[in-house]
């Protein structure tokens, strides 16, 4: 969104008219006067919602919100409260780049519609609060300055149906900034942004917020907050250093212990543990709230909010129905919809003509899909393209994909709707990538705004669907997206590895197991489910997490532990070949003193340490034909030192490579509502 610079009564209108053209800005349009409801009227005016999309940082935008309501009937679809991705109130308010690229709800060159789509008049709605395809809309920032979240918000009131302030981001970049869930110990900073947007807004305020330590402590922190003005409060019902491997569940008790205790005309939302649509409702009696939000279950599920269709209806292609009740909507038939959206309320295009989802009943014809076999690289659409720009010279490339000088496309690039497609397509394509790597691979070198590179990737996900409904067809049964081990299984390992898959470990509490979660969430590959965490007792057992109050336990690489290896000075590790096979046992000390190293001064690695390992080496390389004791060993030489040495590094690189895999994967898989 862009807003002009003011302008004075006295300046002349061709002045102003030319100011505004040239600087492609355009005035917000103008609301008609309403009298400013709060509390539960608000929440009644907008229709009373029980189900809301959580703001999740550049995952929430306009196509994908649009995309949850899809699957509600029209007249239904308002009944989803939707929050936009959480905005930095500072850089909203003094950056009108920042919010181009990320809040477009009017029409301008800018925007992400092609140029020949935005002939329209400058007040025309386009994306984000439009009044008939995105409300009930609130408005998510984060702060700790009043004065900048009010310049913020005055911003988008004209747009949105409330403002929120975001008190529950757990992450560190939310520590350094002071801000989200960092807010919580300081009250009466908090209370100052509600309240400043209570008194100045023309809309109502809101807030999220996470549990504290203590139930009572959580409810003198949300009376603080509805003190100050808040209309709606969202409990998330984690502490805030529950993020990660330690995200654990959320405490539905201490939700219900506020809703108990609060006014019962408090609007209340309540945030954690939604996995599934059934678990919408359970939320609900549980705690007694007035509504359920979900992020992460609705990343993996986007039909999250939907009721299963009817058994009746067996024209719905889109959906997968297997025995027992299990089903779910088709990847394929949610990427279709996805990719529409984007090509019809993004780019201003018409989506291209799709032929009927396959059905492995359908008879031989045109609507049969293609028979590719998507566990074949390089048979897949696309493969020749990407080989072809692989073959082309470093300039080319790097002008293809940057869209080179003169391109037009930068802010097709920076677009919100386009450049979270990729991340939502990780998300959503979860047990499917994991199965098929090509598709993976694939969608890991589409750029923003490639649209023709997201519909070969849809392609392919077609193709692979196919095949699973095929092998489900014939079969009766459908396979993981887990690898097949290299020897075939034995009866009594298959019995094991089934039992050991299908109960916790006779350690652990049943409320420490995901076990559970996981076969009620299970699904076939190409079908849309949420991805279960494992809990932080699990984590625990597996390495991925230290107990807390407990030293980390090193990793054992060829026998040594990673806690025993030093890192050179410059804070990386040298690429050197695998280090020799160290000796099973230790061997006595040399009959002679070895010769010493002189010290390097480029180098802080101490030499001593490495020599007896060398000589190890040395001698476990050195094949003996007789049991007698190992003679002593010669002299340690420079350059044995340097084979130690370089022995030490490659094992360290090991030992860092595993560590940095594994908070790459926390990284990938954090949580990422506030």
């Given at each position: 969104?862009?807003?002009?610079?003011?302008?004075?009564?006295?300046?002349?209108?061709d002045d102003r008219d030319?100011?505004?053209?040239?600087?492609?800005?355009?005035?917000?349009?103008?609301?008609?006067?309403?009298?400013?409801?709060?509390?539960?009227?608000?929440?009644?005016?907008?229709?009373?919602?029980?189900?809301?999309?959580?703001?999740?940082?550049?995952?929430?935008?306009?196509?994908?919100?649009?995309?949850?309501?899809?699957?509600?009937?029209?007249?239904?679809?308002?009944?989803?409260?939707?929050?936009?991705?959480?905005?930095?109130?500072?850089?909203?308010?003094?950056?009108?780049?920042?919010?181009?690229?990320?809040?477009?709800?009017?029409?301008?060159?800018?925007?992400?519609?092609?140029?020949?789509?935005?002939?329209?008049?400058?007040?025309?709605?386009?994306?984000?609060?439009?009044?008939?395809?995105?409300r009930p809309l609130i408005?998510?920032?984060?702060?700790?300055?009043?004065?900048?979240?009010?310049?913020?918000?005055?911003?988008?009131?004209?747009?949105?149906?409330?403002?929120?302030?975001?008190?529950?981001?757990?992450?560190?970049?939310?520590?350094?900034?002071?801000?989200?869930?960092?807010?919580?110990?300081?009250?009466?900073?908090?209370?100052?942004?509600?309240?400043?947007?209570?008194?100045?807004?023309?809309?109502?305020?809101?807030?999220?917020?996470?549990?504290?330590?203590?139930?009572?402590?959580?409810?003198?922190?949300?009376?603080?907050?509805?003190?100050?003005?808040?209309?709606?409060?969202?409990?998330?019902?984690?502490?805030?250093?529950?993020?990660?491997?330690?995200?654990?569940?959320?405490?539905?008790?201490?939700?219900?212990?506020?809703?108990?205790?609060?006014?019962?005309?408090?609007?209340?939302?309540?945030?954690?543990?939604?996995?599934?649509?059934?678990?919408?409702?359970?939320?609900?009696?549980?705690?007694?709230?007035?509504?359920?939000?979900?992020?992460?279950?609705?990343?993996?599920?986007?039909?999250?909010?939907?009721?299963?269709?009817?058994?009746?209806?067996?024209?719905?292609?889109?959906y997968w129905r297997g025995?027992?009740?299990?089903?779910?909507?088709?990847?394929?038939?949610?990427?279709?919809?996805?990719?529409?959206?984007?090509?019809?309320?993004?780019?201003?295009?018409?989506?291209?003509?799709?032929?009927?989802?396959?059905?492995?009943?359908?008879?031989?014809?045109?609507?049969?899909?293609?028979?590719?076999?998507?566990?074949?690289?390089?048979?897949?659409?696309?493969?020749?393209?990407?080989?072809?720009?692989?073959?082309?010279?470093?300039?080319?490339?790097?002008?293809?994909?940057?869209?080179?000088?003169?391109?037009?496309?930068?802010?097709?690039?920076?677009?919100?709707?386009?450049?979270?497609?990729?991340?939502?397509?990780?998300?959503?394509?979860?047990?499917?990538?994991?199965?098929?790597?090509?598709?993976?691979?694939?969608?890991?070198?589409?750029?923003?705004?490639?649209?023709?590179?997201?519909?070969?990737?849809?392609?392919?996900?077609?193709?692979?669907?196919?095949?699973?409904?095929?092998?489900?067809?014939?079969?009766?049964?459908?396979?993981?997206?887990?690898?097949?081990?290299?020897?075939?299984?034995?009866?009594?390992?298959?019995?094991?590895?089934?039992?050991?898959?299908?109960?916790?470990?006779?350690?652990?509490?049943?409320?420490?197991?995901?076990?559970?979660?996981?076969?009620?969430?299970?699904?076939?590959?190409?079908?849309?489910?949420?991805?279960?965490?494992?809990?932080?007792?699990?984590?625990?057992?597996?390495?991925?997490?230290?107990?807390?109050?407990?030293?980390?336990?090193?990793?054992?690489?060829?026998?040594?532990?990673?806690?025993?290896?030093?890192?050179?000075?410059?804070?990386?590790?040298?690429?050197?070949?695998?280090?020799?096979?160290?000796?099973?046992?230790?061997?006595?000390?040399?009959?002679?003193?070895?010769?010493?190293?002189?010290?390097?001064?480029?180098?802080?690695?101490?030499?001593?340490?490495?020599?007896?390992?060398?000589?190890?080496?040395?001698?476990?390389?050195?094949?003996?034909?007789?049991?007698?004791?190992?003679?002593?060993?010669?002299?340690?030489?420079?350059?044995?030192?340097?084979?130690?040495?370089?022995?030490?590094?490659?094992?360290?690189?090991?030992?860092?490579?595993?560590?940095?895999?594994?908070?790459?994967?926390?990284?990938?898989?954090?949580?990422?509502?506030?």
């Open positions: 969104m862009t807003v002009p610079e003011p302008l004075t009564a006295s300046q002349p209108a030319g100011a505004l053209q040239s600087s492609q800005t355009v005035a917000p349009m103008p609301s008609p006067p309403r009298k400013k409801l709060v509390g539960r009227r608000f929440y009644e005016s907008i229709g009373s919602p029980k189900m809301i999309l959580a703001p999740m940082v550049d995952q929430s935008e306009f196509a994908w919100r649009l995309l949850t309501r899809s699957f509600l009937p029209r007249e239904k679809r308002s009944g989803i409260l939707a929050y936009t991705p959480m905005f930095h109130s500072r850089l909203f308010a003094e950056t009108a780049k920042y919010r181009e690229q990320n809040f477009q709800p009017i029409k301008t060159d800018s925007a992400c519609a092609s140029a020949s789509s935005s002939t329209a008049s400058d007040s025309q709605e386009f994306l984000d609060g439009n009044t008939s395809i995105d408005v998510q920032f984060c702060a700790n300055d009043p004065s900048e979240l009010l310049k913020a918000a005055q911003l988008v009131q004209p747009y949105c149906d409330a403002v929120d302030l975001n008190l529950g981001c757990p992450q560190g970049i939310a520590k350094r900034g002071k801000y989200g869930a960092f807010l919580q110990e300081d009250w009466d900073l908090i209370y100052k942004l509600i309240n400043t947007l209570h008194r100045e807004l023309d809309v109502p305020v809101t807030a999220k917020m996470r549990i504290l330590e203590s139930k009572q402590r959580t409810l003198d922190y949300a009376r603080t907050i509805l003190s100050a003005g808040a209309s709606i409060l969202t409990v998330h019902g984690r502490q805030r250093e529950q993020k990660g491997h330690n995200t654990g569940l959320a405490d539905w008790s201490t939700i219900r212990y506020l809703r108990d205790n609060l006014p019962p005309d408090t609007v209340l939302f309540a945030n954690g543990n939604i996995l599934q649509h059934g678990d919408i409702q359970t939320c609900l009696d549980e705690t007694g709230a007035d509504g359920v939000m979900s992020a992460e279950g609705n990343l993996y599920d986007p039909t999250i909010f939907t009721s299963p269709p009817p058994p009746s209806d067996v024209s719905n292609r889109e025995h027992g009740g299990i089903g779910g909507y088709r990847m394929d038939a949610v990427l279709r919809r996805y990719f529409d959206i984007v090509h019809k309320y993004v780019l201003g295009t018409h989506p291209p003509a799709r032929r009927p989802l396959f059905l492995p009943t359908d008879p031989p014809g045109p609507n049969e899909a293609p028979v590719i076999s998507a566990t074949e690289p390089g048979t897949q659409v696309g493969e020749d393209e990407h080989q072809q720009q692989q073959d082309e010279p470093p300039s080319k490339k790097r002008k293809r994909d940057t869209g080179g000088r003169n391109s037009g496309k930068k802010s097709i690039r920076t677009c919100p709707n386009l450049s979270a497609m990729q991340a939502h397509l990780f998300h959503l394509l979860r047990p499917l990538v994991s199965k098929h790597t090509n598709i993976r691979d694939a969608l890991a070198r589409c750029r923003a705004g490639d649209m023709p590179a997201y519909e070969a990737v849809l392609s392919m996900v077609e193709a692979a669907t196919a095949d699973g409904l095929r092998e489900h067809e014939e079969t009766g049964s459908w396979t993981d997206a887990i690898p097949k081990p290299k020897k075939p299984p034995t009866e009594n390992s298959t019995k094991a590895a089934a039992a050991a898959a299908s109960s916790p470990s006779p350690s652990m509490r049943p409320d420490e197991s995901s076990v559970a979660a996981v076969e009620r969430c299970r699904r076939p590959w190409w079908v849309c489910q949420s991805h279960v965490r494992p809990l932080p007792a699990e984590a625990i057992e597996k390495g991925a997490l230290t107990a807390k109050g407990k030293k980390s336990q090193p990793h054992n690489i060829a026998g040594r532990d990673v806690s025993e290896m030093q890192k050179p000075s410059n804070g990386t590790f040298r690429d050197v070949a695998p280090p020799l096979p160290l000796s099973p046992s230790p061997l006595p000390p040399p009959a002679t003193p070895p010769t010493a190293i002189p010290p390097s001064s480029s180098s802080t690695r101490p030499a001593t340490p490495a020599i007896p390992r060398a000589a190890a080496a040395v001698a476990a390389a050195t094949p003996s034909s007789s049991p007698a004791p190992p003679a002593p060993a010669p002299p340690v030489t420079q350059p044995v030192a340097v084979a130690a040495a370089a022995a030490i590094n490659a094992e360290a690189s090991v030992a860092e490579a595993v560590q940095v895999d594994v908070q790459d994967d926390a990284l990938k898989e954090r949580l990422i509502s506030g």
